[in-house]
């Protein structure tokens, strides 16, 4: 899948890379305690111990922009097109 998709946005000239696939349910407890319990903004609604994040089953990967303006710069609807196109 997430091959098909690297592919169909570069088809329509959307550079992307795939970041984190499969997460530890204490790598997903510490994304959960951002914005909560540890500074920054809050990135996830799924605690790790309740197994509730896909990334947890490897069912799951995070996109991001890889053509040089900013790894989640939404210019130019950037991430709206991405979704359209899978």
């Not at 169909?8 to 790598?27: D, P, S, V, Y």
């Not at 799924?46 to 509730?52: C, F, M, V």
């Amino acid at each position: 899948m997430a091959g098909r998709l690297i592919e169909e946005c570069g088809r329509q000239g959307l550079q992307i890379k795939i970041g984190e696939t499969l997460r530890t349910a204490a790598e997903q407890d510490a994304l959960y305690a951002q914005g909560r319990t540890k500074p920054g903004r809050i990135v996830t609604n799924a605690p790790g111990i309740s197994y509730s994040s896909y990334h947890q089953w490897g069912t799951a990967f995070d996109i991001y922009r890889n053509d040089g303006a900013g790894a989640y710069n939404e210019s130019g609807n950037f991430f709206k097109r991405q979704a359209l196109s899978v």
